[in-house]
Structures are given as structure tokens and as C-alpha cells.
């Protein structure tokens, strides 16, 4: 599809940052649980250069919290979490893989421990919000699920902590990996986590009261001029160096976590259960037949690139091309592949069976994506004069 226009609508919904998200020249947004999210700023290569060396403020209001509270709050969300949720802490964030009873996934929010009995899933672009109520209703458990006022605002960026010591104070350095503690503001506890969806560090404030959308992020803009505070978003080149899963994207309700690769966040040989276990335990003794897998392919630079794209061996298709973009630091086209296990393994051969032509492409494991692009670099070097 080429690049068009969205209507705004009710059922298109704004956020409490949309106004100065527009104001700062947002020029591509996307669809995101039914809320706008910006895609772009100055051009996804500038966006891209600047986030990784300064700090950026991102209207990440499209994390909804699927929020479970009430006596059976831990339970409810022990049972739909891949992730062992069943020693999790107060003031913790869980990367945690969600799965229906065929162990397909749904979602794969970062689940908070905001107290005893309340859990916050932050949502991936998908409706969890129907899954979690019916479960409860239908199984008569003891708790509130609803979608709380809650929208995250994100400092992202190798200047994050200091802008964020000037706003909040020296306690923000305290705050460790995927951890949370409330700040004052205005009147109200935030919490605020280090997290964010970036491999550059950062922050994710998670406002609770729509209403001080812009004084939160005025209050943040007002110290970022010494740090070069940019508005921004999540980047597509920098989540795609960085290894970090886009779900709807790199995974679909098509796909369980063990094809994901997310094996390691979710826990198959405890005693807990939940749903999907049994179902990934058989899978696993049978073998998955799919893998996601990093990319990287020759050719001209992927800029804007229709996924998914199929992949090729000998003419048979073999998986699809699921996210792709040129890296500029790189140089050169990175992305993720679901392919068929045979062809899953660091160095396997492929055809991009690419709208603009065939690409070579050459399969490696997530994270170590650019390894083999850098070689051939090396291989393209000219010989000195
Ligand atoms: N923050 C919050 N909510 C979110 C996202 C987020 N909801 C949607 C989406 N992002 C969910 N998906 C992810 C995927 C990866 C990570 C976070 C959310 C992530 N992973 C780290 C990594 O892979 O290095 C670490 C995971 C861990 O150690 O547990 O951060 O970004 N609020």
C-alpha cells in the first residue's frame, strides 16, 4: 500500500500528548489499539541518528494497561502469563509472553506488579483487554478488569537519565532494568519505570490523569534544551538493530512463543500452569516447524518495503520477510524472518522474493544481526590506490 492519509475519527482515539505530538511536526503515524502513534519526525534516519546519541520524549500512550485488580489479581494474571508471574514483585516490570489454549500468541505486554492485588499488562497492539475479561467472567474469578486512564510517555535516548534527574530529581539514577517507583507530580504519584522500547535506555512514565498530558510533557520539554531533547517514537531501524519484536509484525495470533524465539520469558518446567502450557510443552517434545530469525540482505536500500514479503529456496517458498529496513550504521538491509526450521540456522541462504526484484538474503540469529552485514562490508571494501 502506498502511503496515505488517515481519517480521523471517535473510534480513531487521541491521547493526552496528541496535541503537542502535532505541534512538533509529526509526519507519519500508524494504528495502534485504536489510538494514533506517530512513526515519524524528521525523517526515520534522522529520528533514527539522534536517538541513539541524545534523548527523545515519545508519546507512547498506545501501551494500554490491561489493568486486573481485586483478591484474585494474582491468580488471573499467573494463569494467562507465559511468563512465571507466581514470585513477582511489587515494583517489577515481566516482559511477559500471553497465550491462547493453543499456546498461539495473543499479546506480549511488560506486566507491572503495582501492588499485591493489582497487575497492569501494558499492552501490545492487539484487544487483550476482551481476552482477560471473558477468562474472568467466564471462570468467575474476583477481580476488576478495565483499561485505567493510563498513558506512558517515554524518555528515550543516552540522555535520558540526566533530563530526567532534572525533572523528577536524584532518585530517578535508582531506579534499575525493568523496575518502577513513583515521583510526584502535580499533585500525583507517576510511576515511572526504566524501560522503553529502544535499546538506548530510558524511561517510561506511565501518567495517570489525562488531563496533565501537556503539563507533563512541558514540564520534561522545558529542561531538554541542554540534552537536544527531540520529539521522536519508536524507531523502526533502531528496534530492528536492537532486536526487539514488533507483535502483529514479527509475530501474529499465527504464531506461539517458542517460534518467536521467546523461549527464555516463558516457563515450561515449573509447577504453575497457565494457558497454552500444555500445548507449548507438546510442541516443544514435537519441534517447531517455524522460526523467527535476523536477516540481512544485499541490494539497494530497503526503505520502505511492503511485508510480508515471501523468501525462497530453489523457487519454494520457504518463510516470510517480516520487517525489514536499511541500517544506516550498518550499512546495510537488516529485518526479522519467520522461516521454516530447516532453513533456521546462522548463515542459511535465501531469496527475498522482494516487490522491487529479488534480494539475497542470509538468515542469523536475532541480536546478532549486522555481524555478516559488516563483513560484507569489508567484502566491498576497495582495494587501496
Ligand atoms: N513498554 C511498555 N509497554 C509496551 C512496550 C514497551 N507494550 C507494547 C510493547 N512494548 C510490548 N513488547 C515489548 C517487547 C520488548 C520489550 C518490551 C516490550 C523489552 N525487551 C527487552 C529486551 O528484549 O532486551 C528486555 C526484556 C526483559 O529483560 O524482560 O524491553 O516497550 N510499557
Redesign the pocket.
Known amino acids: 500500500m502506498a502511503d496515505t492519509l488517515i481519517s480521523p475519527s471517535r473510534r480513531l482515539r487521541t491521547t493526552p500528548y496528541s496535541n503537542r505530538v502535532a505541534e512538533n511536526g509529526a509526519t507519519g503515524y500508524t494504528v495502534y489499539n485504536h489510538m494514533w502513534l506517530p512513526t515519524v519526525f524528521g525523517g526515520l534516519r534522522q529520528d533514527y541518528s539522534h536517538l541513539k546519541e541524545y534523548v527523545q520524549i515519545w508519546d507512547?500512550s498506545v501501551?494500554r494497561q490491561v489493568e486486573i485488580k481485586g483478591p484474585d489479581a494474582h491468580k488471573l494474571a499467573c494463569l494467562i502469563s507465559a511468563r512465571d508471574l507466581s514470585k513477582a514483585q511489587v515494583g517489577r516490570c515481566?516482559?511477559a509472553p500471553i497465550c491462547d489454549q493453543h499456546g498461539k500468541m495473543i499479546n506480549?505486554?511488560?506486566a507491572l506488579r503495582i501492588a499485591d492485588d493489582q497487575y497492569w499488562f501494558?499492552?501490545?497492539d492487539s484487544d487483550m483487554l476482551l481476552w482477560v475479561q471473558g477468562l474472568a467472567y467466564g471462570m468467575g474469578i474476583d477481580v476488576e478488569v478495565s483499561e485505567p486512564d493510563v498513558s506512558?510517555l517515554a524518555i528515550q535516548g543516552p540522555m535520558a537519565e540526566d533530563l530526567m534527574v532534572d525533572v523528577f530529581g536524584e532518585a530517578i539514577r535508582d531506579i534499575k532494568f525493568?523496575r518502577f517507583a513513583a515521583f510526584p507530580f502535580k499533585g500525583r504519584m507517576l510511576n515511572i519505570?526504566r524501560?522503553?522500547?529502544s535499546?538506548q535506555g530510558g524511561f517510561?512514565i506511565y501518567l495517570d490523569d489525562s488531563s496533565l498530558g501537556e503539563d507533563l510533557w512541558d514540564a520534561i520539554w522545558d529542561k531538554g534544551e541542554k540534552y537536544y531533547l527531540r520529539p521522536g517514537c519508536p524507531n523502526l531501524i533502531e528496534r530492528i538493530e536492537g532486536?526487539?519484536?514488533s507483535?502483529g509484525n514479527d509475530m501474529t495470533r499465527e504464531d506461539t512463543p517458542l517460534e518467536a524465539g521467546l523461549e527464555k520469558?516463558i516457563n515450561l518446567d515449573g509447577d504453575a500452569d497457565f494457558i497454552g502450557k500444555a500445548a507449548l510443552i507438546a510442541q516443544r517434545d514435537a519441534g517447531v516447524t517455524k522460526r523467527l530469525m535476523g536477516i540481512e540482505m544485499d541490494g539497494m536500500e530497503m526503505t520502505s518495503v511492503s511485508v510480508p514479503e515471501p523468501l525462497t529456496v530453489d523457487g519454494k517458498k520457504v518463510g516470510i520477510l517480516t520487517s525489514a529496513v536499511f541500517s544506516p550504521d550498518y550499512e546495510g538491509n537488516i529485518g526479522f524472518a519467520m522461516v521454516s526450521v530447516e532453513h533456521a540456522y546462522d548463515g542459511a541462504k535465501v531469496t527475498v522474493e522482494s516487490l522491487q526484484g529479488s534480494r539475497e538474503g542470509t538468515i542469523c540469529e536475532v541480536g546478532t544481526m549486522g555481524k555478516r552485514v559488516q563483513e560484507m562490508i569489508a567484502f566491498r571494501k576497495l582495494p587501496p590506490e
Do not use: M, Q, R, T
Request: glycine fraction near 8%.
Open positions: 507512547v501501551e515481566y516482559y506480549d505486554p511488560v501494558s499492552i501490545a506512558p525493568f519505570a524501560s522503553g522500547w535499546k517510561e532486536g526487539l519484536l507483535y520469558f
